[in-house]
């Protein structure tokens, strides 16, 4: 069964600096789509960035990029430049099958991230 | 830039009673979903919809859940005799196929049974 773990319930990180927000995922389906989405106080889910499994390059979207190890299962987070505004709880979730449109998300528990003037 | 809507944005009901949330997905979108959070808790996936019809649904979508395209634009969420335990967010979304397949969500409908 596919699973998603986020082991930091909640981070601090100095403005205008680097973090990285850990996600593994388990699952026995060799295609499969990565998702970060942030959160913020206001409740709202927004879409941040996508790493398919055959993707040879991290994605990156701006600040953010993903830390894509396949091997280890992982998919980090990484913000670049960290601003106030990023202040957020973030998911990782995975979709099961690469071309599984459609495909239901599976959502990890979450980091709070807080950022620190 | 287009963007799912959904409202009310907060509803209160009576435990019981039968709320209809509603959803305006992305125009050109072909897949719908609806997810619920419990507070402090992480995001679960109930139902997706596609060519009108359920594509899947978990568990926790039992019989008191139905899903409905009335029209060309509106996706609703029917809870029939609401519970305490069904107090959450819930959020829909939509996405337009391809390898992404990446789904939008809307700013979710609060939830609370009393």
């Known amino acids: 069964a596919q699973k998603i773990t986020q082991t930091q319930p909640g981070m601090f990180v100095q403005e205008k600096e680097a973090v990285t927000l850990d996600c593994t995922y388990d699952?026995?389906?060799?295609?499969?789509?990565l998702f970060w989405y942030k959160q913020p106080s206001s409740g709202e889910m927004i879409f941040l960035i996508y790493q398919g499994s055959y993707d040879q390059q991290n994605a990156t979207e701006g600040r953010y990029s993903l830390n894509f190890q396949k091997a280890r299962k992982s998919a980090n987070l990484v913000i670049s430049a960290s601003q106030l505004g990023d202040s957020a709880m973030y998911f990782c979730a995975m979709r099961e099958g690469f071309y599984n449109q459609g495909g239901k998300l599976i959502f990890g528990q979450g980091t709070e991230l807080s950022v620190k003037p | 830039e287009p963007e799912v809507t959904q409202t009310p944005s907060h509803q209160v009901t009576q435990m019981g009673q039968e709320v209809i949330l509603r959803c305006v997905p992305i125009?050109?979108?072909?897949?719908f979903y609806w997810y619920r959070q419990i507070l402090g808790q992480k995001v679960e996936f109930l139902v997706s919809f596609y060519n009108n019809e359920i594509s899947e649904k978990s568990e926790i979508f039992d019989d008191q859940f139905s899903v409905e395209r009335p029209d060309g634009s509106n996706f609703t969420l029917k809870i029939r005799s609401t519970k305490l335990e069904d107090s959450a967010m819930y959020f829909c979304?939509?996405?337009?196929?391809?390898?992404?397949?990446?789904?939008?969500f809307g700013p979710g409908t609060r939830l609370t049974v009393l």
């Open positions: 125009s050109n979108h072909l897949y």
């Open positions: 699952t026995s389906d060799p295609s499969y789509g």
């Open positions: 979304a939509s996405s337009s196929g391809g390898a992404a397949d990446t789904q939008y």
